[in-house]
């Protein structure tokens, strides 16, 4: 049995999330408490993997363009966001993403490159790179 894990948008640790049983279809929506309290929303998506819905302000820079991004999920293989710039980036581009975490254990920055996998008007998904 696989383990999975998210990380608590609260308090910064990881979380294990159990595998959903043969009746939980794709792209359904866990809920799980995390120790510290927080309830977290995670997505079990197609790929079978796990997306953690975020709300965080980052942006995206490219070699001849940058925007805001708003990071909508996460998840070990990549983000999904909203942006205002959406004609700067096509599918196979590779950005960086840039964004701050703060848990209580004190702020982290975070920059992971990333290629673009999908955009459909402001919606964009990317995979890391890294
Ligand atoms: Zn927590």
Not at 7 to 21: A, F, H, L, T, W
Not at 88 to 96: H, N, S, Y
Request: aromatic fraction near 6%; hydrophobic fraction near 30%; glycine fraction near 8%.
């Amino acid at each position: 049995m696989a383990e999975h894990y998210v990380e608590c948008r609260s308090c910064g640790q990881e979380v294990q999330v159990e595998d959903p049983d043969d009746q939980v279809g794709d792209d359904s929506i866990i809920r799980i408490t995390c120790s510290c309290g927080a309830n977290l929303e995670v997505l079990y998506d197609r790929r079978r993997s796990f997306r953690l819905f975020v709300a965080i302000r980052g942006k995206f820079q490219k070699a001849t363009s940058s925007g805001g991004i708003l990071i909508k999920d996460l998840s070990a293989h990549g983000l999904r966001f909203d942006t205002q710039e959406p004609d700067c980036l096509a599918v196979g581009d590779k950005i960086e993403i840039e964004y701050h975490t703060s848990f209580s254990a004190g702020k982290s920055h975070i920059k992971r490159r990333a290629e673009i996998e999908r955009v459909d008007g402001r919606d964009v998904s990317a995979s890391y790179l890294d």
